[in-house]
């Protein structure tokens, strides 16, 4: 049974804690879940009724930095799910370096640390021989790193185009299709729970870009940092460009692209009868992979969807770790 620690107890954190604790992957047992006000332990396992709606209300609060689950050896598995911070990373980053120079694996939906340090973050892994797997930084649920890994490894990526924020894609959405305003669009957005803690992040197009770093580095070996992306995001789109983009039978997306010209996010019209045009809160990529051309693939990228990206990668350990122990 792999020990896993979840940091970070909210959104995803608090579902993913309830769906471990039910038993939702097969060789895993929750033993931790903390936040920013400690944390709370139960090595024979936690189950529902441990889980609070939030942490500070459980008696078995420890009022100690989670990092302590680490360092204290009291996992094998940490789910890193603070808030993405894009200045230095943390908590997070120093959550998954202190994990992985422990050989801890770690799965994780946390931009910043993927954003900011991928390639010495994967060299730590690398030297410890653990595992570090990030799905749902990019795309919610949609499998855009696994699918690149596993059923194209051996094509070669040349360009990368897409809608990468549900936020910003619900409202251009709502400004072409009901003609409501930016900001009431940005309202409705924050109630569906997909819009970052500050909103900036989406509208200045900054989360499509740490997003486009992540998909360029990880899958292109890019090796980029989000000072390289060109970013431009929507907040000067008006009613009347909308309006004009829709009697020409277009609309404008905010879009991320990482070709050989570089990374830039901006937005741009987009004929609606294109295969990235999706609204709503859908994400939508397209691939260009050199010999199988170009591919593209839709689906929710922000919200619940996100769960199974980290259930997916968790299992991906549970089955690799299985593997290693049999041989
Ligand atoms: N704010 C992000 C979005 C959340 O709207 O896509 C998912 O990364």
Not at 84 to 91: A, L, Q, V, Y
Not at 269 to 281: E, Y
């Amino acid at each position: 049974m792999l020990r896993c620690v979840i940091i970070g107890y909210g959104f995803l954190g608090k579902r993913l804690a309830k769906l471990l604790a039910a038993g939702a992957v097969e060789g895993v047992k929750l033993v931790g879940v903390a936040s920013s006000k400690g944390y709370i332990y139960e090595e024979s396992g936690l189950t529902l009724v441990d889980l609070p709606d939030e942490l500070q209300s459980s008696r078995a609060l420890k009022p100690s930095p989670a990092i302590e689950l680490i360092d204290r050896g009291l996992t094998d598995l940490l789910v890193e799910l603070t808030p993405t911070n894009i200045r230095d990373g943390e908590p997070g980053l120093s959550h998954i370096k202190l994990a992985l120079e422990h050989g801890i694996d770690v799965v994780t939906a946390n931009k910043g640390p993927i954003a900011l340090a991928y390639d010495e973050l994967m060299e730590l892994a690398e030297e410890t021989g653990s595992m570090l797997l990030h799905e749902a930084t990019v795309g919610g649920g949609i499998p855009l790193i696994s699918l690149k890994n596993r059923c194209l490894a051996a094509d070669e990526l040349l360009s990368i185009k897409g809608i990468l924020n549900g936020t910003t894609n619900y409202i251009l959405s709502r400004m072409h299709f009901e003609e409501m305003t930016l900001e009431l669009a940005l309202r409705e957005a924050q109630m569906l729970g997909i819009a970052e803690r500050d909103p900036t992040l989406d509208l200045e197009g900054i989360d499509t870009a740490l997003k486009l770093v992540i998909l360029a580095n990880s899958l292109m070996n890019a090796g980029k940092k989000l000072s390289d992306v060109k970013i431009k995001g929507i907040t000067g789109i008006t009613s009347e460009a909308i309006a004009a983009a829709k009697e020409s039978g277009m609309t404008i997306k905010l879009i991320g692209t990482a070709d050989e010209n570089g990374l830039r996010v901006a937005p741009k019209l987009v004929r609606l009868n294109d295969p990235i045009c999706v609204h709503g809160t859908l994400n939508a990529v397209s691939f260009n992979f050199k010999i199988l051309r170009r591919l593209t693939i839709i689906g929710e990228g922000a919200g619940e969807s996100t769960i199974s990206a980290l259930l997916n990668d968790i299992y991906e350990v549970v089955k690799a770790r299985a593997r290693s122990s049999r041989t």
